[in-house]
Every structure is written in structure tokens, then in C-alpha cells.
């Protein structure tokens, strides 16, 4: 067990270099099941949920190593199909793998996916799409058995733009035979990030950064090398911070662009931004409280889910009144019970939450209860007048290389401690 203890109210000041992207980085890594060989990714976070996902497809029969934020994996002959389901209950992102597994070995054998409790996040649209190309799903005793005589192209429409279900048809699609339509697919960034990935390998994709992509079918993907976008979640996170704790802040190693509605939301709030597109930086200057906003969270370019409970944290501290409204995932409210031994006043009317802000909050100890919302715990206790300890933060190392590291760099007191 591992907590973060923080001493609130001080300003950051200074450059925080951005990891690759936990959200992104998952995909990359079980699209190159598709390629016999080895695959090279750079920039990858030493992350939990990265040795989970390595650890689950050298499960597979595919050697994984990772150094100095470089991973290879050796994909050259799988042998397996079956995702251990120890390491299915620890992470949603093994699901990712149906569609390669299908695609490459015919068979895939999984279990229901776990991962931070926010929601029921159903598998029903990746499995609805892979069936509509060919494969056939029986479940048994919480199992889920896939198996395929050959994928072929299809023409599928999500009802909803699910980000996983997109990723899944997407790499099912690349070898299947034919031609694939996605429409009202997700376009998140980290999808187009996936589609430049499996074009580099070979494969053939119209329309990448669209929420209509088109796939001509090929016979074959060859192993890559390729450098890993900047995490938006973790540089957001940091910009947010800054925002409840004042200071100037310099976050470098992500597109602005793809921060376009969370950098809205913080101008909203006082915060002076300058974007950099050409070096791939964001200052933020925050030199008030920040003012009470609304926001609500939508697929892509709409407000990250992910993002939600740490503006949650940053509205605690705020001088006004802010309203935030969870569209995606119904459980994603979890972080605003435990804000509440800080001091936060939430008052939650179905998926909206209404606050009050107040400054200074109260330091408190409290456990991590997700990966975004520990990452929000931390963000609060920066707000409150003394020192607060988190607990539970395996949760966080999840998504956050060193979420810490990172922080102290930015002149935050803040420590590791073993218990």
C-alpha cells in the first residue's frame, strides 16, 4: 500500500514535461498483436496500467520489455488466446485485445473487464461490432469465448461513440476482408493516434480524426517503431493545480489543441493561457481564486470525462458557485463524497453537481476511490490550510508515471509514503 502526503497552499511555479499517453499508449500495444515481429513504441509511462497490459500479452505469448520509456514487444508467435482473468478484473483495457486476437489467432477467450468502478461500461457495442464482422460470442460463468472463420468488412454504426468499441472494430478491421465503415465512431484523439499507428504497420484508413472512418481490408501489417503523443489528461491535471493553488505553470509536451475545452473552462475561471502549437506547450497564469463555472462532460471535442473530478476539486476551492454535469459514466461521482472531509460543499441532483466554493479547505486523510478521482484528492488537498494524506494511491499510479515527482518539480510539497 502506498499514500501521498501534501502541505496545502502552495503556489506552483515552473516547466512539467508531459509522459506519453496512458489512454493511448493501450490501443498501440494490443494493435501489435496484429504484426508477426517485433513492434517499438518510445515515450511509453512506466505506468500500472502499461506492465498490466505487458503482462497480459506476454501471457499471449508475446515478450514485452520496457526502459528508459521504450517498449518493444515481440509478437512474432503468439500462442495464446486467453486473457488471464487476474489481470482482466485489474484493467477495462484487456478487452482491447478481441479484436486483434480475433482478427490474428481466430479465438479469444476473456472475462468481463474491471478497472476503476465508474460506471457500468458495458462491452455490448465492441461485441455488436465484431459480430456484425463475422465473429460468433458465447458467455459462460462470467467468460466471454470469441471465435471466428474469418472477419470481414461491415458497415457499423455505434449508437454511441464509444472509445473502446471504435479502437476494438478499428484493429478488427484493418486485416478483415473487404471494406469497413465506422460511423458515429469516437474521435478522440487517442483514436487518431491509434490510426496513425496501424497505417504506419500498412494498413489502410480514410478519414482518421472523423467520426466516419473507412478501412480497406489488407492481407498483411508489418512491425513498427513509433513516438508516443503526450498524455492530455495529465498535462490538464497539472494546468488544473495550478488553477487551485495560483502560480504559473508551464506544461510541455501535448498539443494545445486537443485541451481546447478544459483550457475554455480555465479561462473561464481567471486563468491567463498562452498556447504554444509550435513546441507543443501551455503556460497558465493563475493569480486569483478561480471563478465558478459550468461544465459538461461529451465524447470528443466536448469536456473530457476524464478531467471531470479534478475540475470537481478545483470548483471546491473556488469563489462562486459551479455546476458539473456527468454525461458518460453514471458512477463517476465517487471522488465528490470523499471531498467532502475537505471541506468541499457538493450537493449532487441526479448527474449534475452543484458547489459552493470556499478557500481555504480543510486538510483531510482520505483514500484514492479511482484513478482520476485520487489524482482530484490531490488536487483539493493543495487547497486546504495543512497537510492531508492520501491513501489508496495504487490507484493513481495507474495513470500517473509520478504523479509526485512531478508536482515537487512544480515546487508542490508533497511526498510518497510507504505503509
Avoid at 486473457?83 to 472475462?111: D, F, N, Q, W
Avoid at 495550478?242 to 509536451?253: I, K, N, P, Q, S
Wanted: with cysteine.
Amino acid at each position: 500500500m502506498s499514500a501521498i502526503q501534501i502541505q496545502g497552499m502552495r503556489p506552483l511555479f515552473g516547466t512539467v514535461e508531459i509522459q506519453g499517453s496512458k489512454n493511448a499508449v493501450l490501443p498501440l500495444m494490443a494493435a501489435a498483436v496484429l504484426a508477426p515481429g517485433v513492434t517499438v513504441i518510445r515515450h511509453v509511462p512506466a505506468i500500472e496500467d502499461v506492465i498490466t497490459m505487458m503482462k497480459i500479452l506476454e501471457a499471449l505469448g508475446c515478450p514485452c520489455s520496457l526502459g528508459d520509456g521504450t517498449l518493444t514487444i515481440d509478437a512474432k508467435d503468439p500462442d495464446g488466446i486467453g486473457i488471464p482473468e487476474k489481470y482482466v478484473g485489474k484493467m477495462r483495457s484487456s478487452c482491447l485485445l478481441l479484436g486483434p486476437l480475433l482478427s490474428r489467432m481466430g479465438e479469444a477467450v476473456t472475462y468481463f473487464p474491471g478497472g476503476c468502478v465508474i460506471g457500468a461500461r458495458p462491452i455490448d457495442f465492441h461485441i455488436h461490432a465484431l459480430e456484425q464482422m463475422g465473429a460468433v460470442f458465447f458467455e459462460a460463468g462470467g467468460m466471454i469465448l470469441a471465435g471466428t472463420g474469418g472477419l470481414k468488412g461491415s458497415e457499423i454504426r455505434f449508437p454511441y461513440p464509444s472509445v473502446g468499441a471504435t479502437e476494438n472494430a478499428l484493429m478488427a478491421a484493418v486485416l478483415a476482408e473487404g471494406t469497413t465503415v465506422l460511423d458515429n465512431c469516437a474521435a478522440e484523439p487517442e483514436i487518431a493516434e491509434l490510426c496513425r499507428f496501424l497505417t504506419k504497420m500498412g494498413a489502410k484508413i480514410h478519414g482518421t480524426g472523423e467520426k466516419r472512418l473507412v478501412i480497406e481490408g489488407v492481407k498483411e501489417l508489418t512491425p513498427t517503431e513509433f513516438f508516443l503523443t503526450g498524455d492530455r489528461i495529465c498535462a490538464g491535471t497539472y494546468l488544473a493545480a495550478a488553477c487551485a493553488a495560483g502560480g504559473e505553470v508551464t506544461v510541455r509536451g501535448v498539443d494545445p489543441w486537443v485541451l481546447k475545452e478544459p483550457l475554455r473552462v480555465m479561462r473561464q475561471m481567471g486563468a491567463a493561457i498562452t498556447t504554444r502549437e509550435e513546441t507543443q506547450e501551455i503556460l497558465l497564469t493563475m493569480e486569483r481564486r478561480p471563478a465558478g463555472f459550468r461544465v459538461c462532460t461529451g465524447p470528443y471535442p466536448e469536456f473530457p470525462t476524464d478531467l471531470q473530478s479534478v475540475f470537481l476539486a478545483v470548483a471546491s476551492a473556488a469563489e462562486g458557485r459551479s455546476r458539473i454535469t456527468e454525461t458518460v459514466f453514471e458512477a463517476r461521482f465517487a471522488a465528490a463524497a470523499v471531498m467532502q472531509r475537505f471541506g468541499a460543499r457538493i450537493r449532487a441532483e441526479g448527474r449534475t453537481l452543484f458547489v459552493e466554493g470556499r478557500y481555504p479547505l480543510k486538510p483531510s486523510i482520505a483514500d484514492a476511490p479511482d484513478l482520476r478521482g485520487g489524482a482530484a484528492l490531490l488536487v483539493a488537498a493543495m487547497a486546504a490550510d495543512g497537510r492531508s494524506m492520501i491513501g489508496n494511491c495504487e490507484h493513481i499510479a495507474r495513470g500517473y508515471e509520478d504523479i509526485v515527482r512531478d508536482l515537487v518539480s512544480l515546487g508542490a510539497e508533497a511526498e510518497w509514503i510507504r505503509i
